[in-house]
């Protein structure tokens, strides 16, 4: 009779854990299987200028962020404020993606609200976002010296966000 209760009550007690441990992560932390490796390799054309190309190797010896963005992208608009006062802290160079984007829109967006970016790559077809497991835009990945992912934000970056990790982090990997 004990064993009819024990059982229930047991898998009572593992969803409860479950549900505590779900309910204390951060919900723009998913985890990604590429942290702790190397970042996807790709070869796109620069928004600005389409006859230069952009590829991580020409980062390389550099800590940099890479930021998912396009102008038809809302919570991108709120997020660009921050950018650019990144941009203007120069702790890092800015890589843009494009993402699924019209190049005369996001430059006429880059025009109206200010560059944070170093240079922006143009993803047209999303086919990078892609490798880089992009759930949607904006999303932001720190890359280490070596190329390596080492965090990855889903949503607009905060000031607070900003000041908290992705700075110190920075620092960390100069």
């Known amino acids: 009779m004990k064993a009819k209760f024990?059982?229930?009550?047991?898998l009572f007690v593992i969803?409860?854990?479950f549900l505590a441990v779900g309910l204390n992560r951060d919900p723009?932390?998913?985890?990604?299987?590429?942290i702790g490796k190397q970042a996807?390799?790709?070869?796109?054309?620069?928004?600005?200028?389409?006859?230069?190309?952009?590829?991580?190797?020409?980062m390389k010896g550099k800590p940099w962020i890479l930021n998912v963005w396009a102008s038809w992208c809302v919570a991108c608009r709120e997020e660009h404020p921050v950018l650019v006062e990144l941009g203007k802290l120069q702790v890092a160079p800015i890589i843009g993606l494009d993402y699924k984007d019209k190049r005369e829109d996001a430059m006429a967006m880059l025009a109206r609200q200010g560059n944070p970016y170093l240079l922006s790559?143009?993803?047209?077809?999303?086919?990078?976002?892609i490798d880089?497991?992009?759930?949607?835009?904006?999303?932001?990945?720190?890359?280490?010296k070596a190329g390596v992912i080492r965090f990855?934000?889903?949503?607009?970056?905060?000031?607070?966000?900003?000041?908290?990790?992705?700075?110190?982090?920075?620092?960390?990997?100069?």
Do not use: C, W
């Open 152 to 174: 990855k934000h889903i949503g607009p970056i905060t000031m607070e966000l900003l000041n908290q990790k992705i700075i110190p982090l920075l620092g960390e990997l100069q």
């Open 28 to 34: 723009h932390e998913v985890p990604s299987p590429l």
């Open 132 to 144: 880089y497991g992009v759930y949607g835009v904006p999303e932001t990945y720190v890359i280490d």
């Open 40 to 58: 996807p390799v790709f070869e796109l054309p620069q928004l600005a200028d389409p006859k230069k190309t952009f590829s991580p190797e020409s």
């Open 6 to 10: 024990l059982i229930p009550l047991l």
């Open 15 to 17: 969803l409860v854990g």
């Open 121 to 129: 790559a143009f993803d047209a077809n999303g086919r990078v976002g």
